[in-house]
């Protein structure tokens, strides 16, 4: 297949490119950047609009990552609006360009996260779930609404609402490696909010399924079928790496040190089901968050 990405120097867009060019696809990386001859790549720029929609034809599939981390840096209303300007702004530009053309994409992969269900306690949440309350909720809504110009114009749309995504190069957990090899890790808040997670080489493995997968379609849960609390992911990631897990992150800490941040990343409970995915036959390499650190963490 011909499969267009944005977000492709992004922790999952790395990887993928990477493991679909592997499987002989070929690649075409939407950029920000001017292309350099030779390279099948795509400039645009979802701010002023801009992209040349006749470069797009031909394509099969697209896969779209691209948008500001949320974890960078402190949600100023700056930041805010940076943060959904690229995800929803940005999502809504590219679905529309690829609804103009006259041989569109037959699917279009879209990320959304499963801060669309924001704080839920110990609710179990499926696809089917009413959306939450707070920043990440309201973004989450509106950038899977962004897609509606693709699914409108008969392309299938997948939604893919990641958790988050183990891997040692990239993400939560590398940042989370050098306080805890130190042994200075430890819970955040009361240690009972949920966390729901997927191993990265699972998460390659759901894109790959949702670009082939004509029954997948709408958004979908991408997270392990094991949710476990902030206490049993501190647990198994001081066993793993040998270390004690005796420094706590008080919660007050948290909001104090990152404000709306920290209160809706780090204390937010949220435990997801990936009931579409398992539905649609999905198999879990990597289930169970133990055996997920030691394969991420070569352990």
């Known amino acids: 297949m011909k499969i267009l990405v944005s977000g492709s120097s992004g922790l999952i867009g790395s990887e993928l490119v990477a493991a679909l060019i592997e499987e002989d696809h070929e690649v075409v990386r939407l950029v920000r950047t001017k292309p350099v001859d030779g390279e099948l790549r795509v400039s645009w720029d979802p701010e002023s609009r801009q992209l040349d ?8 599939a697209v896969v779209h990552l691209a948008g500001e981390n949320v974890a960078t840096r402190r949600w100023t209303p700056a930041q805010k ?3 959904r300007g ?3 702004e940005g999502t809504r530009f590219l679905c529309e360009t690829l609804a103009q053309l006259k041989n569109p ?3 279009l992969v879209s ?4 801060g669309y269900y924001g704080d839920r306690g110990d609710e179990i949440l499926d696809e089917s779930s009413p959306p939450g309350s707070g920043f990440l909720a309201d973004i989450c809504r509106d950038w899977e609404a962004a897609t509606r110009p693709a699914s409108d114009h008969r392309i299938r749309v997948v939604q893919l609402r990641f958790g988050i995504v183990l891997s040692a190069h990239g993400g939560p957990l590398a940042k989370m490696l050098p306080p805890f090899r130190f042994g200075l890790g430890g819970v955040v808040g009361s240690g009972r909010q949920y966390i729901s997670w997927i191993a990265i080489e699972d998460a390659m493995r759901v894109i790959r399924m949702a670009l082939v997968a004509e029954n997948l379609r709408g958004p979908a849960n991408a997270v392990s079928p094991s949710p476990v609390t ?3 992911f501190t647990k198994a990631l001081g066993h793993v790496l040998h ?10 800490a948290a909001k104090l040190v990152l404000g709306e941040m920290g209160k809706e990343l780090l204390l937010a409970s949220t435990r997801v089901s990936p009931r579409k995915l398992l539905e649609a036959g999905f198999e879990f390499r990597h289930p169970d968050l133990e055996g997920a650190l030691r394969h991420v963490l070569g352990k």
């Open 53 to 60: 929609a006749s470069l797009l034809g031909g394509l099969d």
């Open 86 to 88: 690229s995800r929803v």
């Open 230 to 232: 902030n206490r049993e």
């Open 81 to 83: 609006k940076r943060i």
């Open 243 to 252: 270390r004690p897990t005796l420094f706590p992150l008080p919660a007050f």
């Open 105 to 107: 994409p037959k699917v």
């Open 111 to 114: 990320a959304s996260a499963i």
